[in-house]
């Protein structure tokens, strides 16, 4: 009788780390395959090309220009933070603009100004360029894998507020929202 216990316990505990295991959260399939670094900082590798260079590191950001050439596909992207599965944070604050630089043709109509592109690739060195006007020094990434994010669907406040009312929300809600088109 102990013994059943003790299976079942072990059976449980295998359950549940196998679930803790693989519930964490992972990168997107194309990224997974490429060993990169994902915790260096921008700052770090701009400061220091020498030392990174062909080390492949995961960075991502929004999408601010996109140029096909012969030899595949340029992308000049505003560095953001990555979370733990990879999606490039929404934030203000970058640390500055990066190139990436892949051998393949991605069109530019479906990779377009705004969305939000991973890369894992290797390190090229530093390359100097232009903002508009401006002279900047870019970080330049030769892309191994790129991973294009699907845009976000906005959905607009809809005259529904939770209360005890349920449907109708709280008493006198059709003053500030007008008479539902049923009625």
């Given at each position: 009788?102990?013994?059943?216990?003790?299976?079942?316990?072990?059976?449980?505990?295998?359950?549940?780390?196998?679930?803790?295991v693989?519930?964490?959260?992972?990168?997107?399939?194309?990224?997974?395959?490429i060993?990169?670094?994902?915790d260096?900082?921008?700052k770090?590798?701009?400061?220091?090309?020498?030392?990174?260079?062909?080390?492949?590191?995961?960075?991502?950001?929004?999408?601010?220009?996109?140029?096909?050439?012969?030899d595949?596909?340029?992308?000049?992207?505003?560095?953001?933070?990555?979370?733990?599965?990879?999606?490039?944070?929404?934030?203000?604050?970058?640390e500055?603009?990066?190139?990436?630089?892949?051998?393949?043709?991605?069109?530019?109509?479906?990779?377009?100004?705004?969305?939000?592109?991973?890369?894992?690739?290797?390190?090229?060195?530093?390359?100097?360029?232009?903002?508009?006007?401006?002279?900047?020094?870019?970080?330049?990434?030769?892309?191994?894998?790129?991973?294009?994010?699907?845009?976000?669907?906005?959905?607009?406040?809809?005259?529904?507020?939770?209360?005890?009312?349920?449907?109708?929300?709280?008493?006198?809600?059709?003053?500030?929202?007008?008479?539902?088109?049923?009625?």
């Amino acid at each position: 009788m102990l013994q059943k216990f003790f299976i079942s316990v072990k059976f449980f505990i295998l359950v549940i780390s196998l679930f803790f295991v693989f519930s964490c959260a992972t990168l997107p399939k194309p990224l997974q395959d490429i060993p990169s670094l994902k915790d260096v900082p921008f700052k770090v590798v701009k400061d220091n090309p020498d030392k990174y260079k062909d080390i492949s590191l995961l960075w991502g950001g929004r999408i601010t220009n996109c140029i096909n050439t012969q030899d595949g596909t340029v992308f000049e992207i505003l560095h953001l933070p990555l979370d733990r599965e990879g999606y490039p944070e929404e934030t203000d604050a970058s640390e500055g603009r990066f190139i990436v630089k892949s051998k393949n043709f991605l069109d530019c109509a479906v990779y377009s100004k705004g969305r939000l592109l991973t890369v894992a690739g290797r390190f090229k060195g530093l390359q100097e360029g232009k903002i508009d006007t401006m002279p900047y020094i870019f970080p330049v990434i030769e892309a191994q894998a790129t991973y294009l994010w699907k845009k976000t669907k906005y959905y607009p406040n809809y005259y529904w507020h939770p209360s005890i009312w349920f449907w109708y929300g709280s008493p006198g809600w059709w003053f500030e929202y007008g008479y539902p088109p049923w009625w």
